[in-house]
Nanobody
Framework: VQLQASGGGLVQAGDSLTLSCAAS????????VGWFRQTPGKEREFVAA????????DYAVDVEGRFTISRDNARNTGYLQMNSLKSEDTAVYYC????????????????WGQGTLVTVSS
């Protein structure tokens, strides 16, 4: 599976942004989709994930209620809607997939996109 993350950019605090994760090579309908983020000098951290069929999602504590993960298997694409962005959300965001179920550890995801930079100015 090849993943292409897009949608990052420079926004102001309080703004919204939607990231996309487009898959090619295989269909996403047997994969859970996860989003992770990383800042310089820190480990990659879990943000959100959604099961293969979209019936369950999980969020990191500091994004729950502000971010919404979704997927469109017909378009072979996952999404991360980010609202009420804060300066501490600034990071490179990565999408990744793994078979069927959600996990929060990045080591359990087999395929990764290249990352898209989100910068939130305060």
């Amino acid at each position: 599976v090849q993943l292409q993350a897009s949608g990052g950019g420079l926004v102001q605090a309080g703004d919204s942004l939607t990231l996309s994760c487009a898959a090619s090579g295989r269909t996403l309908d047997t994969f859970a989709v996860g989003w992770f983020r990383q800042t310089p000098g820190k480990e990659r951290e879990f943000v959100a994930a959604i099961t293969w069929n979209g019936d369950n999602a999980d969020y990191a504590v500091d994004v729950e209620g502000r971010f919404t993960i979704s997927r469109d298997n017909a378009r072979n694409t996952g999404y991360l809607q980010m609202n009420s962005l804060k300066s501490e959300d600034t990071a490179v965001y990565y999408c990744a997939v793994r078979p069927f179920t959600i996990r929060t550890s990045p080591t359990l995801y087999a395929y990764w996109g290249q990352g898209t930079l989100v910068t939130v100015s305060s």
